[in-house]
């Protein structure tokens, strides 16, 4: 067997035996009855790496008989554009032009607009795929010249067949039994993330280790497969979508009182060596979501923090997993955050015009300052420590920010309030 990736090798060349992907290339769903007509649109694939982007682009222009140019972000230039468009002028050219560009978020605003015009004109077809989302990372005006199709990550069923497969090309190729126990193939599948092209890797790394001239079967068991595993299930991506995906699949998860689910994404970033984002979640959730719900919820999350920056990982996954625990299974409020958010809102409107005279500083620069009378009501001069005076400009009196939640909390306050306010 020669020295080509397993995964290169395994590269399917129809889209009948792209491994997972059924959302667009299922027969009878636009995306594949696009393909089908021949007729190749200008298009962004959108998704994680190793999902069949770029093998859906080579079965493209294998089907439509165009000449295919591969680029990639990182490494490509206007020049390589412009190589593409020459030969879009040639016989190289008769059957079309499909450049397809990886990694475009690595072009900048100039490379990307050297592309406009010449997929406007049809003089090439773009497919360009990104790890990142193109709405963020894709200028504009090309963006609006292509459609976006999402690449998701694959089922672990579906990479559990791409290992299948691989079983079955090492063994035709290397005349050696391979084969793969169950626990093994499960266990790989689901470390692989969704990314076939890890799970092929894994294989490739261990059938080099374990191949010998005078072996004839070779079974891979659970122990190799950790040994190459060993922290797939905490990789991420600490600038891409998939970490604010994840921060935010933990924020709901408090919100939605679900321990099991926070619990979960919390070890993913744990797993992953990060303390400091869900640090940030469970501080910012026990002011957002448990609020004055619960108000002591901040001091117990911050000192649970504090503990775990204090003792590092692995062992600050204990105060961080009590924290998240606690708010997920507190009584929740938004009543702050509503509060504040009405509040900021008028602000940002222009209301709330200077301030009522009683709440300003006594103001001791002007010889007028005798006919110039605060008349502030000191609370705790009265009974109960409350008597009636406005507070609010006067373009705002009568407008109400805070609503007392229907927790216990809340409605305790709110009933002692009314009770003294009578």
């Known amino acids: 067997m020669n020295n080509t990736p397993l995964a290169s090798l395994l590269r399917p060349d129809d889209l009948d035996h792209v491994f997972g992907q059924r959302h667009l290339l299922a027969r009878g769903q636009i995306f594949r009855e696009a393909i089908e007509s021949g007729r190749i649109p200008n298009m962004v694939f959108y998704g994680p790496s190793g999902v069949g982007k770029t093998t859906v682009a080579n079965i493209i222009a294998k089907r439509s008989n165009m000449q295919l140019y591969k680029l990639n972000g990182t490494s490509a230039s206007i020049s390589d554009i412009k190589a593409a468009i020459a030969d879009s002028k040639t016989l190289l050219g008769l059957n079309g032009i499909l450049v397809y560009l990886d990694e475009i978020q690595y072009f900048n605003k100039k490379q990307q607009q050297s592309l406009l015009e010449v997929i406007e004109n049809g003089d090439i077809t773009l497919i360009a795929s990104t790890t990142e989302n193109p709405f963020f990372y894709v200028y504009g005006a090309l963006l609006s010249r292509c459609t976006v199709f999402e690449f998701k990550p694959l089922s672990w ?55 010998r001239p005078e072996i004839k079967t070779i079974e891979i068991g659970l122990d190799q ?15 891409g979508d998939e970490h604010f995906d994840l921060a935010s699949a933990l924020m709901k998860s408090l919100r939605g009182s679900d321990p099991d ?52 990982l692995p062992e600050a996954y204990l105060p961080l997993t009590e924290a998240a625990i606690y708010l ?47 008349n502030y009501l000191y609370p705790h001069n009265f009974p109960q420590h409350w008597v009636q005076q406005q507070y609010l400009p006067d373009d705002l009196v009568g407008t109400t920010y805070y609503v007392p939640g229907d927790n216990k909390m809340e409605q305790l306050t709110k009933n002692y309030w009314e009770e003294i306010k009578k």
Not at 184 to 198: F, H, I, T
Not at 231 to 239: F, H, I, L, P, S
Not at 353 to 373: M, T, Y
């Open 328 to 374: 997920a299974t507190l009584p929740k409020s938004n009543s702050v955050t509503m509060a504040y958010g009405m509040a900021s809102g008028d602000v940002k409107k222009g209301k709330g015009k200077g301030f009522p005279r009683c709440l300003q500083n006594v103001h001791a620069d002007s010889a007028e300052i005798e006919d110039k009378r605060q």
């Open 225 to 239: 497969v950790k040994q190459v595993t060993e922290k797939a299930y905490g990789t991420y991506d600490r600038e």
């Open 261 to 312: 689910a926070a619990v979960h994404y919390l070890a993913r970033f744990l797993e992953a060596g990060d303390i400091i984002t869900p640090s940030r979640r469970l501080l910012c959730s026990a002011c957002e979501d448990i609020g004055l719900a619960y108000p002591q919820a901040i001091s117990v999350v911050n000192a649970c923090v504090q503990a775990a920056e204090r003792l590092g």
């Open 157 to 211: 069923e579906d990479v559990a067949l791409a290992v299948d497969r691989a079983m079955e090309l090492l063994s035709e190729e290397e005349r050696i039994k391979y084969s793969i126990t169950s626990e093994a193939r499960e266990y790989l599948s689901r470390s692989a993330g969704g990314d076939v092209r890890k799970a092929l890797n894994a294989i490739d790394f261990i059938s080099v280790a374990l191949k």
